[in-house]
């Protein structure tokens, strides 16, 4: 029977942090009903908000995921989207008005 030692614990975990404003966008949408389509199939997935943007500049809808605080958070979060046929996007420093 063999035993394991628990893995160390890295001396600076900082490297495993995200900056702040680190989002997901998961799509870009000409439709407004396209994007809040894309939103909840992504709201089922996660427990992170989902937030559609209306266009300021161009004319494309998107929506963002976050922010996501972890690698660790963001890789699971990708699983989640390609275990259910979605694209895995791709992230974006972003600040949102609140």
């Excluded at 909840?40 to 937030?51: A, I, K």
């Excluded at 963001?74 to 791709?90: F, S």
């Amino acid at each position: 029977n063999a035993s394991f030692e628990a893995a160390p614990a890295p001396q600076n975990s900082a490297g495993y942090a995200l900056p702040e404003n680190t989002y997901l966008q998961v799509g870009a949408f000409s439709q407004i009903d396209g994007a809040h389509s894309k939103a909840n199939q992504v709201r089922e997935l996660t427990s992170h908000r989902v937030l559609v943007e209306a266009p300021s500049t161009g004319s494309l809808y998107r929506v963002f995921v976050g922010p996501i605080k972890t690698n660790l958070a963001l890789y699971e979060l990708r699983d989640a989207l390609q275990q259910n046929g979605l694209p895995q996007g791709h992230t974006v420093e972003k600040a949102f008005v609140r």
